[in-house]
């Protein structure tokens, strides 16, 4: 990736607005922030990604502020210019800096060194437990099925092939899943596009893990089963939801769900006692642990569990599945109306059926470059969108800490029939805290920043009924376009305004919200949280206005009874090539409502029990 002085002179200028180096900080130029931007920019996976930062960067200069060059200016000038932006009417301009805004914090907070210092935060934890790797494979190979992606549902569809006497060979397009003690060594490892993938317009970001057992390596064992008014409304699909029970009953056993370890974490505690003092429904969420620690190793697990301690559908698999690891599946080779293969580039399969389970994003890309037409390929997409409201204590939180999750809220789960939201909170530690930081300047965001130790966030998560679609570019790789709609939004407006409200139940001093321009509610101050949503509501909703986030993406090449309105029969089949099924989140008629990881395992489980009878 060519760099000129010209872009990297705009670069440094940009990075040290946004952190000068206040109180005897370093800039961000001095803590190497620029070099690690374009690191992470050069690993895009899409060139037009990378084009695009390119040419913002070499038009900053001038473009920014007509008339003067952006890096001549002083620091409170300069200060404005990006003020400005994330405040523009013009869509592309709110995008542009939350790109540049989120590139930026994202690494001045998440490198090792003063910056992070400065927050109270420890540092990495010194080891690692190893991770057992299966027999690798590569080259020309032949198998009965050849499983595309190892995540959740494919190392589920895995091991049920095998251990049906099936020869399997796994494709994935990440690496080794041995964890890694810096986050941002684990965020670049173990996800896609390092964490940073967003939608089309940049106002959506979603974590997708990427490496030996995708999402459910990296996830915050949240273990829920599928409700049941969601499974009626899949009935109404054509999908037999018995069935589906069962298979959830053995991966419950199978993954040693238990509510055993679910000791709460201090941001936890904070969740769980604003709810309490609200009077409103709280629960202990079950998990896929055994023999957790449940304090600050734990708060490392969405860098992959230090202690083996989590169950994945990985950790369960048994012999008979070889694996290739770094290896993009290109297409599905089919023949005569059948899945007789993967081309993979180096690594080319034959097999008797091909299971594809890239995720929600990726699925649909493969089977659109594999020839497939059906209409329903990359719609209705659903991602559980939520948006952060954080409370800052009076007691340290150390929010970095303690199990993932172990408290939830469905107080709000059923707004509108099956429609609403749930609350929960999660695990954040500097890399990602700096990503999601607004910015109302150099000073008040540093001093934001500095009670970090101090915050607790929590997310209302929206079950999305309307949704988007993953479309592939001329380069093959997918797209993801979303916007919130009217009537999903009206949920999260509710959700918003119940975080807010139990934090302040909870003692929160002040909350605070993720819009670019921060909403700020003192409870003491009185006010009330109407007011706070007032305010919320001025800021407004639109794109790159508010942080929008997503670790559950889901829909895009769903089962049901017809290929009218599906891509895939109720046994996850094609419709259009027999021998290729679909087992994972990309099968779900429409979105879950609570984490998916049982949900996606049950569907896989299902599915690939079908397909080994089949084979059989």
């Not at 200060?79 to 542009?96: H, I």
Request: aromatic share 6%.
């Amino acid at each position: 990736m060519r760099v000129t002085d010209r872009r990297r002179r705009a670069l440094d200028a940009i990075c040290d607005t946004f952190a000068p180096g206040l109180d005897g900080l370093p800039s961000a130029t001095a803590a190497g922030v620029p070099r690690a931007v374009l690191d992470a920019v050069a690993r895009h996976p899409r060139e037009e990604g990378r084009n695009e930062v390119l040419r913002l960067l070499a038009v900053w200069e001038h473009a920014a502020r007509p008339g003067r060059r952006f890096s001549a200016l002083p620091q409170h000038e300069r200060e404005r210019v990006l003020l400005a932006w994330r405040d523009s009417t013009v869509a592309r301009k709110r995008s542009a800096y939350k790109v540049l805004r989120k590139a930026v914090l994202h690494h001045y907070f998440g490198l090792p060194g003063a910056p992070r210092d400065a927050l109270g935060y420890p540092g990495p934890l010194e080891a690692s437990a190893p991770v057992g790797a299966p027999a690798s494979a590569s080259g020309t190979l032949e198998c009965d099925v050849c499983v595309v992606g190892s995540g959740t549902g494919g190392a589920t569809a895995a091991a049920v092939l095998a251990e049906a006497g099936l020869d399997v060979v796994v494709l994935e397009l990440g690496g080794d899943a041995r964890p890694r003690a810096e986050e941002l060594e684990a965020l670049r490892d173990l996800y896609l596009e390092g964490a940073g993938t967003s939608t089309e317009d940049q106002s959506l970001d979603f974590l997708l893990g990427s490496c030996l057992g995708g999402g459910a390596t990296v996830n915050w064992t949240t273990a829920l089963r599928p409700p049941d008014d969601v499974l009626a409304e899949w009935s109404s699909f054509g999908l037999d939801v018995d069935e589906l029970r069962r298979s959830v009953d053995a991966i419950w056993s199978r993954l040693a769900v238990n509510e055993e370890h679910g000791r709460a974490s201090s941001r936890d505690a904070v969740l769980e006692r604003g709810l309490n003092a609200l009077g409103w429904h709280v629960a202990a969420q079950p998990r896929n642990v055994v023999g957790c620690e449940q304090g600050r190793v734990c708060g490392t697990c969405a860098f992959g569990c230090p202690l083996g301690a989590k169950r994945t559908p990985v950790s369960t698999w048994r012999s008979g599945v070889r694996v290739a690891l770094r290896t993009r599946a290109a297409r599905v080779v089919i023949e005569r109306g059948a899945a007789v293969g993967v081309d993979a580039g180096e690594t080319r399969v034959r097999a008797r059926a091909v299971v594809v389970a890239c995720g929600a994003f990726q699925t649909p890309a493969l089977l659109r470059r594999s020839g497939l037409a059906n209409g329903s390929i990359g719609r209705n997409l659903r991602l559980h969108p939520v948006t952060l409201v954080a409370g800052e204590m009076d007691d340290e939180i150390r929010p970095w800490e303690g199990p993932l999750q172990s408290r939830y809220s469905e107080q709000h789960a059923r707004l509108d029939g099956v429609n609403g939201v749930r609350y929960e909170t999660a695990p954040v530690h500097p890399a990602l805290f700096g990503a999601a930081l607004p910015w109302d300047g150099s000073r008040e965001s540093l001093d934001l920043a500095r009670s970090f130790s101090r915050f607790v966030p929590v997310f209302p998560l929206v079950r999305d009924r309307d949704g988007g679609e993953v479309a592939v570019g001329r380069d093959g790789e997918p797209i993801a376009r979303y916007r919130l709609s009217r009537y999903d939004l009206r949920h999260l407006r509710v959700g918003f305004a119940g975080a807010a409200r139990i934090l302040a139940a909870a003692g929160a001093r002040r909350v605070v919200s993720t819009h670019a321009r921060p909403v700020v509610w003192e409870p003491s101050r009185g006010g009330g949280v109407g007011r706070f949503l007032a305010e919320a509501d001025a800021r407004g909703w639109e794109p790159n206005r508010v942080l929008y986030a997503s670790a559950h993406v889901l829909g895009t090449a769903r089962m049901g009874a017809s290929p009218s309105f599906s891509a895939c029969d109720p046994h996850g089949e094609s419709w259009e090539v027999a021998g290729l099924v679909v087992c994972d989140g990309s099968t779900f008629p429409t979105a879950s409502g609570v984490n998916p990881m049982i949900t996606i395992a049950g569907v896989a489980h299902a599915n690939a029990s079908a397909l080994a009878a089949r084979l059989a």
